[in-house]
């Protein structure tokens, strides 16, 4: 007989606000049921108001760890590539959301916990303890995570270039990261509108990359962002939505 | 039919109900000037002032989530106790790392709804079958993820959370369907609750040798047995006044109920310091300031409503004259 391995969740012992902003949080069953609804809810709405389409599902690892990264236009982003799991990792890969948007106060924490499952990134003291502290988990749980590693929204739909953070959580390790594409997404729901509009989504996942490799500091991270963006990039090129001109763009183009 | 379940007019029917109602209250009104005079004084230090006025908050909000729900009425009895199992339930299972084994969790769950449900119902024999039911069905669901390792690990973790929060807390609902159940479920709960106190006073009074140092460092024999014997005069007063004129009225049977409620009260608390001390954690969660989880306040109370109920059933039978199987028929 095996010995017994009791082990407590590692957020135990936490009252509930902490709990929520923990990135050691372990969801339960309560957690899990309702996180079903909400995605059944999404993916329902997302499928019928956006017409949400997935190609490249094949290049998906089967278990994790993986990082999901893609380009970040609009709060529906994580909402499309969650949706677009097959369901043996929809309760295993968490998104990474901006803690002072998503965790500021209580209710935006319960929100984001029960919910989203996602986990907290502090964009204004995010130090290396809590990059540390997630790719821990990643490897050890493992789970997955769902980046965004502009650091923010493109308030034109134009891609801004990735940060380094990401670098720090997956340089020298074997984690898979998957770079993905959004398209669409910045004209259903860019930053400052108020109401979705029923414009067409489309996410493309395209072959995951591998760092192990890479050393663990600036020269290590600089490869990884540069790689990674390029990989993104390349799936843009791809896109068969066709590609309705920013007034930026268009303006440059006039130029 | 509606009046069983939601007969709130008749809450203060009977004098027991009345008399706890308004010692409680009491009690909780007199706790503050106690602590303000103690604290001024200078009989306490501050961090034990501090402590004792946020577990004092937390009973502002316990009692009355504790005793409301009898008072109201048997459906919201019924439902307040299976919340409280679903509740412990939980803390144990993020405790013993058994949460992770969802489909274990799921039987639980569905089989302390189906405990409610009896209760509701007032079917015994679907109450009592539901214990060997879910056991199984926790022994088969062990099976599924094809997995032999671990499998005689969440198998008997699994039994034991149904056991001690599904099976054994269950048994305080289906107390709501005696005639009597208000002033049983508030003498039950309100005495358990006291003998604690009972055991903490009388421990930190007189307290010199240690019950069990390795099971639970804080608990004296001195509190023990002072809990013993103030718990047991006060059992036989509150029992004697609610069953008068049957059998269980008697100077030997009323003596050994009192006796039950303060051992098996501090054996569930011990039951609970040595899960706790096995995993290496001091309390089940942070629910309630002050106190720490739900278990760590209810803890005794888990053992003592099956014990009781039995002992009861025996001399006076439980939800005699009621009617049966009200929902499913039969």
């Known amino acids: 007989m095996k010995d017994w391995k009791l082990q407590p969740a590692r957020d135990l012992g936490l009252p509930a606000e902490q709990r929520w902003r923990s990135l050691h949080r372990e969801n339960g069953l309560l957690e899990t049921i309702t996180q079903g609804f ?14 949400l389409s997935v190609s490249g599902r094949e290049y998906l690892p089967a278990a994790p760890p993986m990082v999901l990264i893609a380009n970040h236009a609009s709060h529906l982003d994580a909402l499309c590539l969650a949706a677009s799991l097959p369901s043996a990792l929809r309760e295993r890969v968490l998104p990474v959301a901006a803690g002072d948007t998503f965790f500021e106060t209580p209710t935006q924490a319960a929100f984001s916990a029960f919910l989203l499952n996602a986990l907290p990134m502090w964009r204004k003291n995010c130090g290396r303890h809590a990059l540390d502290e997630l790719r821990r988990r990643l490897i050890d749980e493992p789970c997955g995570y769902i980046l ?16 380094a953070g990401l670098g720090m959580l997956v340089a020298g390790t074997a984690v898979p990261v998957v770079p993905c594409r959004i398209d669409g997404a910045f004209d259903a729901c860019p930053p400052h509108a108020r109401v979705p509009r029923p414009k067409r989504i489309q996410v493309r996942i395209g072959p995951h990359l591998e760092f192990a490799d890479l050393p663990q500091n600036r020269d290590g991270w600089e490869v990884v962002r540069a790689r990674c963006e390029e990989a993104v990039r390349a799936l843009a090129a791809q896109s068969t939505l066709i590609a309705q001109p920013t007034p930026q763009e268009t303006k440059r183009r006039g130029t | 039919m509606s009046d069983h379940f939601f007969g709130f007019r008749k809450a203060f029917d009977h004098p027991v109900t009345i008399g706890i109602a308004v010692t409680v209250a009491a009690l909780l009104a007199a706790t503050p000037v106690i602590l303000a005079i103690l604290g001024a004084g200078g009989r306490l230090d501050a961090k034990h002032r501090d402590e004792l006025w946020k577990r004092y908050f ?16 048997a459906a919201w009895t019924i439902a307040g106790v299976a919340v ?15 949460f992770r084994e969802r489909s274990i969790s799921v039987v639980v769950v569905l089989g302390t709804l189906v405990v409610a449900f009896a209760s509701a119902d007032h079917w015994y024999e679907l109450f009592l079958a539901m214990f060997p039911i879910t056991v199984a069905c926790i022994a088969i669901t062990g099976i599924f993820p094809d997995r032999p390792q671990g499998y005689i690990q969440r198998v008997a973790l699994g039994v034991l959370g149904f056991a001690l929060f599904g099976a054994a807390l269950g048994h305080l609902g289906y107390f709501a369907n005696d ?14 609750e006291l003998n604690d106190i009972f055991a903490y006073i009388a421990g930190r009074l007189f307290g010199k040798r240690k019950l069990a140092p390795n099971t639970s460092p804080g608990k004296a024999v001195a509190g023990c047995l002072g809990a013993l014997v103030a718990t047991t005069a006060l059992t036989v007063l509150l029992a004697h006044l609610t069953f008068a004129g049957t059998p269980l009225d008697a100077p030997l049977p009323l003596l050994v109920l009192g006796v039950m409620i303060s051992v098996v009260g501090q054996f569930g608390d011990l039951v ?28 005794s109370l888990l053992l003592v409503a099956p014990a009781v109920f039995h002992y009861l059933a025996y001399f006076v039978g439980v939800g005699a004259g009621q009617p049966h199987r009200i929902f499913s028929g039969g």
């Open chain 1, 38 to 51: 909400w995605r059944v809810l999404t993916r329902g709405y997302l499928c019928t108001y956006h017409r």
């Open chain 1, 148 to 163: 965004f590693p502009e650091g923010t929204r493109s308030r034109d739909g134009e891609m801004l270039p990735f940060k």
């Open chain 2, 58 to 73: 937390s009973w502002l909000v316990l009692v009355p989530a504790m005793l409301g729900p009898v008072l109201l009425g």
């Open chain 2, 84 to 98: 409280l199992s679903l509740a412990c339930y939980r803390e144990y299972a993020r405790a013993t790392g058994l």
């Open chain 2, 179 to 192: 005639r009597n159940y208000r002033p049983i479920l508030l003498t039950l709960i309100v005495l358990v």
């Open chain 2, 272 to 299: 609970l310091s040595s899960i706790k001390r096995d995993l290496g954690i001091k309390d089940m969660g942070a629910v309630i300031p002050g106190h720490g989880g739900l278990l760590d306040r209810f803890d």
